[in-house]
């Protein structure tokens, strides 16, 4: 039967509005559909995996405990409905058809689902570009997970189990929780498919054919791959350690922020007060304090979401000392590690790309905490409020409308943004290009002059450009395709609701204050959630702005100090070179060895019988001095750039230096002497007025061991003469190791040694 006996002869609304849904109809309908989806739709999907399928190689099928606990929730609910069939037969009473129907149909359709789930696991559509479920399975769980659901319309009915008065009904409580949580988590697991390849198997079987660039499967990645390897590179972020005003900063903020939500609750409860006592002629003091309550909690609330509100505000103020500490901690940490990291990796970088995912990932770390934590959060919790104080104060209809429309709004807008995730990432990276060729265009301004190529760097920006804006196009484009769904379901849900109420109150169960009730509290809520795609595509981007910096975060440092590693012991500065490997093949990688840029491969290098390898870098990088062949200097004025070989040395000290590099007279001829700004790279200066800066910062540093690479190739010949017998009392009485090629450079060396093609060719005074 449809109806309930007690409501025999109603009309349908007035049953599914105060009887609820028949249990006889839902239990006849719910079953069929299911099997319906399962039996028909799956045989044909189960033809076409047989036909056109191929079986996987075991190889390409991941191992997941969550596909193991598919299997198992699916096999939970089909030994449910068997048990719950069982318990009613044996039970002694009376077995409705229904019943018997309900048990039956159920367990065929889980079984059929139960197979497709094993079927996808096995078997695969070659040329299937999903990732993930098929749509029949996938619908299977929605249908089922939305039919438990549909229970909440019969809140108030005595045909189901809600008043938990009998043994029967906490029975039958007990069977829907279990299909309730079983079939949610089916559902929400099938979102992810642990159990399938994460990419097309088309992909994973030509892999090694597939062109590397082409095919590394970036563009396709989800944002939310790896997720917790990202979420633990920003736990460190989140609590900031050891300062305990901070952290207190950071729990009053929280403790707003819930009562944030608790004055959202209140404001149209207040609201639907003063309404009705308007209407209800009540008391003016009455009145009075209603109103009052009413404006003061929304001078706290603000806006529609408190977006400007006094606590809103007041929790903003209060952050920014956090936002600040973990904007410093971000980038300190980077800035560190960038230099940890090995001269092969430096040579080998871009720095317009690595500037850009420097900025745009500290940035975004600053943007996902605060977006996760004052937005995402608080609009969840304000909707699971909202449907609950709906479902208990007004109607299990309305709970339902706005279940409904929350979970297609949400679904949606994360399907369609992790859709347009591509389209952001190869927006980025036509950002890095275009702000890479201009860095390096600018970088080698000389060049470009020499050669005439400003029209070709110019034209070069603008093709870089464009393809920067195709890729801005289709970003745009899928965004406002996005904001149009989202537009579409909360209308539809604001029309169902609006619509109800006033048939509530047309039929007099409402009070005018009732009706303003709800619309307030709708649009409060929909005022944030409007701002959910938003919060959610931030949260997206800021993870696909943070990936570049993971990368830098995830490179490993090359030369590492070993456990436990010692200083450095100086006695006598006796260098060796022990069957070194092919690595140290030329003369000034062997001073990159001595240094430690690199790890020699075979053999050792030792200082006073100590192996390099094990003393810690500081130590051993203290005691040396290197003046390049290459010099770069720091854009800053000139004497803090020979200060850098010792940072805490006076001025005096300074001048001394230069004066012994042979500079001295040369930097008091500039307008404004020491002060004089080196430029870009150092590019204000000559060539040799560099070198003899180079030479100053080493002197000023007193090395014990000191490298020079070709450190008078770019003088003239009285100022290499000049600067030679300068470095001749520099380096007395110190171990001096000299790159050169011109004979005259090394003519008073104790031992000069003839390298060709990584050997000793010749030894000698």
């Not at 971000?330 to 500037?355: I, K």
């Not at 339902?400 to 297609?408: D, E, P, Q, R, T």
Request: aromatic share 12%; charged share 20%; net charge positive.
């Amino acid at each position: 039967m449809l109806l309930g006996p007690d409501i025999a002869g109603a009309s349908i609304s007035e049953a599914w509005l105060e009887g609820g849904i028949s249990p006889c109809f839902y239990f006849t309908l719910v079953p069929t559909v299911l099997l319906t989806l399962s039996f028909f739709f799956g045989a044909f999907h189960c033809v076409c995996y047989r036909r056109y399928g191929t079986e996987m190689e075991p190889k390409f099928v991941p191992r997941s405990r969550l596909y193991g606990l598919q299997l198992a929730v699916s096999l939970l609910l089909l030994l449910q409905f068997l048990g719950g069939l069982v318990w009613r037969a044996a039970g002694g009473g009376e077995l409705p058809g229904y019943v018997v129907l309900y048990g039956c149909l159920s367990m065929l359709g889980w079984v059929w689902a139960v197979a497709l789930l094993r079927l996808e696991r096995r078997r695969v559509l070659v040329r299937d570009r999903t990732r993930g479920h098929s749509t029949v399975l996938l619908l299977f769980w929605a249908v089922a997970f939305s039919a438990e659901n549909l229970a909440f319309v019969s809140w108030a009915s005595p045909y189901w189990w809600w008043g938990l008065e009998n043994t029967q009904q906490q029975v039958e409580f007990s069977l829907w929780l279990m299909r309730y949580l079983g079939t949610g988590t089916l559902f929400f697991l099938g979102l992810k498919a642990p159990g399938l390849p994460r990419r097309p198997y088309m992909l994973l079987i030509n892999e090694d054919e597939r062109d590397v660039e082409g095919g590394t499967g970036q563009e396709s990645q989800s944002t939310w791959q790896d997720f917790g390897q990202k979420v633990r590179l920003l736990v460190p972020y989140m609590w900031p350690r050891g300062n305990i005003l901070l952290q207190g900063l950071v729990l009053l903020c929280l403790c707003l922020l819930g009562l944030e939500r608790v004055i959202n609750v209140f404001v149209p409860i207040y609201y639907k007060n003063i309404v009705n006592e308007l209407t209800d002629g009540s008391r003016w003091k009455t009145l009075v304090t209603t109103v009052c309550v009413y404006v003061l909690l929304k001078i706290l609330q603000g806006g529609g979401a408190g977006a400007s509100g006094f606590i809103s505000n007041l929790r903003s103020f209060l952050w920014i000392r956090v936002q600040q500490y973990t904007n410093r901690v971000v980038q300190v940490r980077l800035f560190g590690h960038l230099h940890s990291l090995s001269l092969r990796w430096h040579l080998g970088r871009r720095t317009g790309d690595v500037l850009r995912s420097i900025d745009r990932g500290t940035s975004s770390i600053n943007t996902l905490l605060s977006y996760i934590v004052f937005s995402i959060f608080p609009t969840i919790a304000d909707i699971v409020i909202s449907i609950i104080y709906f479902i208990t104060y007004f109607n299990a209809w309305f709970g339902l409308i706005i279940f409904v429309c929350m979970f297609l709004y949400l679904t949606l807008t994360i399907i369609i943004t992790e859709w347009r995730t591509k389209y952001r990432r190869d927006m980025n990276t036509q950002d890095n290009n275009a702000k890479s060729k201009a860095v390096d265009s600018l970088l080698n301004f000389e060049t470009v002059k020499y050669y005439n190529a400003e029209n070709y760097e110019v034209n070069r920006f603008e093709d870089a450009i464009l393809k920067y804006q195709i890729s801005e196009w289709k970003t745009q484009a899928s965004l406002a395709f996005l904001n149009q769904t989202q537009n579409l379901i909360v209308g539809s849900g604001l029309l169902a609701g609006s619509l109800l109420c006033a048939y509530f109150f047309q039929e007099g169960k409402f009070k005018l204050g009732d009706f303003i009730l709800f619309g307030t509290y709708i649009i409060q809520l929909y005022t944030p959630l409007n701002w959910f795609g938003t919060y959610y595509r931030i949260i997206q981007k800021s993870f696909i702005d943070m990936e570049s910096m993971f990368k830098l975060f995830t490179e490993e440092e090359e030369v590492k100090d070993v456990v436990n590693a010692g200083n450095l012991l100086y006695k006598l500065g006796k260098v060796e070179f022990e069957n070194v490997g092919q690595s140290g093949c030329g003369k000034s990688t062997l001073l990159r060895l001595l240094f430690r840029f690199y790890d020699v491969q075979g053999g050792c290098i030792r200082i006073d019988g100590q192996d390099i390898s094990k003393v810690k870098q500081v130590s051993l990088r203290a005691h040396i001095g290197v003046v390049p062949q290459d010099t770069v200097l720091f854009n800053d004025n000139i004497r803090d750039n020979i200060r850098y070989g010792r940072i805490s040395a006076s001025d005096h000290e300074v001048e001394a230096a230069a004066i012994a590099a042979d500079i001295h007279k040369k930097i008091q001829t500039f307008p404004e002497g020491y002060d004089t700004q080196v430029g870009e790279r150092g590019l204000k200066l000559s060539g040799g007025e560099k070198q003899r800066v180079a030479i100053a910062r080493t002197i000023l540093k007193a090395p014990q061991i000191i490298l020079l690479d070709e450190a008078t190739s770019a003088l003239d010949t009285q100022t290499e003469r000049n600067i030679q017998a300068s470095l001749i009392k520099v380096c007395s009485n110190r171990t001096t190791i000299v790159v050169a090629h011109r004979l005259s450079t090394i003519i008073g060396a104790d031992q000069i040694l003839v390298l060709s093609d990584g050997q000793i060719a010749e030894r000698g005074r």
